[in-house]
């Protein structure tokens, strides 16, 4: 193995050694989104990982080819640009990879793989290192997970934020900020997807006060993950919520279909006072409450594009019963009443 380099205390890339090929010349390891809770008690070492990359391994890789504009996300989520022979850390994607040399840039967020990706960020990569701790022992997105806190439910309640994929990311925000409004303390947790880097920025631009996701507890993309561990991660993104004072927490879950996102939508009944279907359109819809229908979720709106067209907003609530909110409408005080069963909504401040 290789000699490595300790990465600096704010965790942006820092010069570290390349391997001699590169005649000694010194590059800057680019750490993307999924790397931010790596602390500096971490170094980069060179030289191929006796495993080969794991599932949530994290990796350093070299970019080989990459279209023009092609950036990542850095530990803050400001965008950075590739280009050519750049260094960047990340984190792999995929399970049961051995020998791996090339590999692809799979999102912006910094997660790698071998295998196909739609949307692709494009970049082709040539992994070179990992991220180790100390001891040279290679890291994971586990191994630098915050601890579970005590479980515990918000004072107020929580509003699960339902829909497909790339939708429910402006109604979660809504919901958020609608709450924020009324002076209360306002969690986010997302607890599907994959890390980007720009998540968490617009809830906190919504007005939350603390956020967690998936990441926070050991998983850099939840689809390559089991269900009894996306599930437990659920509860643990609420708890961590609480611990950290969130009166309300929003939770945002994409449902991509299949049964294993079922069988988790299932589970959130337990845990979700309100909950908002997001929409795309009238198709999606259907496609969303018929999953949802028999769960027991309290679901209380629908919202998201779909509610940006009259007629087909009209039709939603025939068929559905339930009443269709635009994300104006659920940042003005439609997401306080989610929770209001008796007596009078929270009010805006």
């Known amino acids: 193995m290789d000699r490595g380099e300790r990465i600096g205390e704010r965790g942006e890339g820092v010069a570290v050694p ?15 989104a999924v790397t931010r809770r790596l602390t500096s008690e971490v170094q980069v070492s060179f030289g191929a990982q006796p495993d080969g990359p794991r599932l949530g391994r ?18 803050a989520g400001r965008p950075v640009r590739l280009y050519p022979d750049d260094l960047i850390a990340g984190a792999w994607a995929q399970s049961g990879s051995h020998g791996v040399a090339r590999a692809r840039l799979l999102t912006s967020g910094g997660l790698m ?12 990569v040539e992994v070179v290192g990992f991220i180790s701790d100390l001891m040279a022992t290679p890291l994971s997105t586990g191994a630098v997970a915050r601890m579970p806190s005590s479980p515990a439910i918000p004072a107020v309640g929580t509003i699960a934020v339902i829909g497909t994929d790339g939708c429910n990311d402006d109604v979660a925000a809504a919901v958020v900020n609608g ?20 998540q968490r920025w617009s809830m ?3 007005g939350a006060e603390m956020t967690a996701d998936f990441l926070d507890f050991g998983m850099p993309a939840t689809n390559a993950y089991p269900l009894d561990r996306r599930a437990g991660a659920m509860l643990a993104i609420r708890d961590a919520l609480v611990a950290d004072g969130a009166q309300v927490v929003v939770l945002q879950l994409d449902d991509g279909g299949g049964p294993e996102a079922r069988s988790l939508l299932g589970r959130l009944a337990s845990m979700a006072d309100a909950a908002v279907v997001c929409a795309v359109d009238e198709q999606d819809a259907r496609f969303v409450l018929d999953r949802i229908d028999g769960l027991s979720i309290p679901v209380r709106a629908v919202s998201g594009p779909a509610a940006d067209d009259r007629a087909v907003a009209a039709r939603i609530a025939a068929r559905s019963g339930m009443p269709v909110r635009s994300v104006v409408d659920l940042r003005a005080g439609a997401a306080a009443s989610l929770l209001a069963t008796t007596g009078s909504a929270p009010h805006i401040v």
């Open 113 to 124: 793989g071998d295998g196909t990706c739609i949307p692709c960020e494009g970049a082709e």
């Open 58 to 75: 994290f990796v350093v890789a070299r970019v080989l080819a990459t279209p023009a504009g092609v950036h990542v996300r850095d530990r």
């Open 18 to 32: 390349v391997p001699a090929r590169r005649n000694g010349a010194v590059a800057r390891v680019k750490f993307t």
């Open 179 to 198: 709450w924020a409004r009324t002076g209360f303390a306002v969690g986010a947790g997302r607890v599907s997807g994959e890390e980007n880097g720009t």
């Open 204 to 206: 906190l631009d919504a």
